[in-house]
T-cell receptor, first 111, second 115 residues
Framework: QKEVEQDPGPLSVPEGAIVSLNCTYS??????FMWYRQYSRKGPELLMY????GNKEDGRFTAQVDKSSKYISLFIRDSQPSDSATYLC???????????FGQGTELSVKP | EAGVVQSPRYKIIEKKQPVAFWCNPI?????LYWYRQNLGQGPELLIR????????DSQLPKDRFSAERLKGVDSTLKIQPAELGDSAVYLC?????????????FGQGTRLTVV
């Protein structure tokens, strides 16, 4: 079992839809959780990070962690074509010395 | 401020040939990472440097891969000889300090195709 697993998609939604992206993780010791966004032919960029359980909101994006079920979610409200990208969940490991990434979910938002 | 710069952007080589990738991290960033991203997968760490010291190279295939970070700034990753399975995007990243909530800034990557 991989330490971080993510549904690879692809996921296609119409503009304005609410998008839900999900990951599961295996190690209950993980405390920080990150979401990176990767546009085609670009490197990943940090979108949000959360600590422990609960929600964190940033504009149209909400990150949610459920430690009891080892489940991480990213919600995108009012999705835009510019949100079309691959979304990667990641967990910092070894005091941040390494990021363990999920496989990434490819999202396409159609106008 | 300039981000992480990598070159070349694309490289096509024949198997058994050598290849090298170059990375210039963000100025002042002591930590430098090389990740490999296979098609449809998330990046996986190959090696991490703290200044000029390689502190985690456990995932680097040392029989054919080598890396260096002279003077603790630029870094070079080399493959010799390349194999078909080495086709991937090689990403360089840097961060200012080591920490669980420290952002790693990624370059655009070098897309390697081995034919």
């Amino acid at each position: 079992q991989k330490e971080v697993e993510q549904d690879p998609g692809p996921l296609s939604v119409p503009e304005g839809a609410i998008v839900s992206l999900n990951c599961t993780y295996s190690n209950s010791a993980f405390q920080y959780f990150m979401w990176y966004r990767q546009y085609s032919r670009k490197g990943p960029e940090l979108l949000m990070y959360t600590y422990s359980s609960g929600n964190k909101e940033d504009g149209r994006f909400t990150a949610q962690v459920d430690k009891s079920s080892k489940y991480i979610s990213l919600f995108i409200r009012d999705s835009q074509p510019s949100d079309s990208a691959t979304y990667l969940c990641a967990v910092p490991y070894n005091q941040g010395g390494k990021l363990i990434f999920g496989q990434g979910t490819e999202l396409s938002v159609k106008p | 401020e300039a981000g992480v710069v990598q070159s070349p952007r694309y490289k096509i080589i024949e198997k058994k040939q050598p290849v090298a990738f170059w990375c210039n991290p963000i100025s002042g960033h002591n930590t430098l990472y090389w990740y490999r991203q296979n098609l449809g997968q998330g990046p996986e760490l190959l090696i991490r440097y703290e200044n000029e010291e390689a502190v985690d190279d456990s995932q680097l295939p040392k029989d054919r891969f080598s890396a260096e970070r002279l003077k603790g700034v630029d870094s070079t990753l080399k493959i010799q000889p390349a194999e078909l399975g080495d086709s991937a995007v090689y990403l360089c990243a840097s961060s200012s300090v080591l920490g669980v909530n420290t952002e790693a800034f990624f370059g655009q990557g070098t897309r390697l195709t081995v034919v």
